[in-house]
């Protein structure tokens, strides 16, 4: 399954985030934004519930990340 996840940051630098997401093996891409959202990144897991223990575990949990939304892909 893939999902984009948009990621508001606090005091983070966006190179620091943005590295340390493109280390995880399920971020096939990561962008840093202008506008509302700092960063999106893809995720591709291999299962739906995957999704929320990643994103809690493995991106909020990264510090200077405020809040982030979740959009899963339907095709």
Known sequence: MHAY????????KESDIYEALKALPEVKEVHILFGEWDIIAKLELTAPE???TFVMEKIRSLPG??????????K
């Open 65 to 74: 990340v405020k809040l982030t939304s979740t959009m899963i892909i339907a």
């Open 5 to 12: 996840v948009q990621i508001g940051l606090d005091d983070a």
């Open 50 to 52: 995957a999704l929320g």
